[in-house]
């Protein structure tokens, strides 16, 4: 009986803070949209990127490129045409970025792109919620890291925006909680829809790739109750990545990029160009050979620093859990929570843009 009532009051609590987070997100998600005229409308200026992205898309007619979007991945800006193909469907015909479309289709598309941008953001909190409890046992961290990442100033921000940064979030987290799943279980697909939803994740934002180092992580430093010296452990561990979770890892990885890009394999030529062009603005000029010019570094960290939004949320949110995860690390090999720690921030702190 205590029991329930404990597991009722934790809802009721994870409830009240889904409900405090949606209504910071969807307070003034009409900004600026009742100023200017046509697509002049004062957004954001990203939001432009996105709705230019996006137009090119049109799936009824079987036109899958967006060259547009290639410099960060296509996978957001398909989910973004939805609403749009819909409107198609109905009769509506699609604007497009270089007329001065009439300012109540372009409110449509950035009305449907932020509130799916609230969507995803929510569903991160939940998933969040879950991942902390799972790591630490104790639903009142999770509520904690719910609570923090719902009200996390930068992170309501950027719920207000049609961009992809958090959906790449939502993707990453999903992979850590489908990560401890198939560390639970072993089940043959539970390992290839974590690299699938890996893959999706790295076709909305290209270096969210790096989020599938995390179950091999997860495989390589679980806790381990032999005795063994650390490297027979590590070895061994190394054998059955290799014998197959890799495998299978990697086979719903590429499932998980054709379904999120399926362009790159036929325009990926263009796709190389586009991300080097973007890249090239944070890199040293041509001919600059001084190695202790720190300049472009730090042009590139004043980029990077606002947009990664679930990099200190997370540094906020898992530091209870890091410190919980310290002393298995010196008693029996390896949390599995620690490696999630760094991998997850690498994946998301990053704008190319």
């Known amino acids: 009986m205590e ?21 910071l997100r969807l307070s003034g998600i009409t900004w600026a949209m009742n100023s200017g005229y046509g697509h002049y409308l004062n957004f954001q200026p990203d939001e432009y990127i996105s709705i230019r992205g996006m137009l090119p898309i049109k799936p009824l007619a079987g036109k899958l490129r967006a060259p547009d979007a290639y410099f960060e991945g296509t996978f957001n800006y398909y989910l973004w045409t939805v609403p749009e193909t819909l409107r198609e469907l109905s009769g509506g015909a699609r604007p497009m970025p270089e007329e001065n479309t009439p300012s109540g289709k372009v409110k449509f598309i950035l009305l449907c792109g932020r509130l799916m941008t609230v969507a995803f953001d929510l569903v991160t909190l939940v998933v969040l919620f879950v991942v902390i409890t799972e790591m630490t046992g104790r639903q009142l961290g999770g509520l904690l890291a719910a609570l923090l990442y719902g009200i996390f100033p930068m992170q309501v921000i950027y719920s207000h925006f049609m961009r992809s940064h ?188």
């Open 166 to 353: 958090v959906l790449s979030n939502l993707l990453c987290v999903l992979v850590v909680w489908l990560s401890l799943k198939a560390l639970q279980h072993h089940r043959w697909w539970l390992f290839v829809i974590t690299g699938l939803v890996a893959g999706l994740a790295a076709t909305t934002r290209y270096p969210a790739a790096t989020v599938l180092s995390i179950p091999c992580l997860f495989l390589l430093f679980q806790k381990d109750s032999t005795n063994a010296p650390w490297a027979r452990r590590l070895r061994k561990a190394i054998g059955d990545l290799l014998s197959g979770p890799l495998w299978l890892l990697l086979s719903g990885f590429v499932i998980g990029v054709l379904l999120g890009e399926p362009t790159i394999f036929v325009d990926f030529r263009r796709v190389v160009d586009e991300v080097s062009f973007q890249t090239s603005h944070y890199g040293p000029p041509p001919g600059a050979g001084n190695p202790f010019d720190l300049a472009p570094l730090l042009r590139y960290f004043s980029v990077l620093i606002p947009y990664a939004t679930l990099s200190v949320s997370l540094a906020t949110t898992l530091f209870p859990g890091t410190l919980r995860g310290l002393a298995p690390f010196f008693s029996s090999y390896y949390h599995p929570a620690l490696p999630v720690r760094g991998l997850v921030l690498i994946s998301n702190g990053e704008e190319l843009h």
């Open 3 to 23: 029991k329930e009532k404990s597991s009722g009051l934790v809802i009721l609590a994870l409830l009240l803070i889904v409900g405090l987070s949606a209504y």
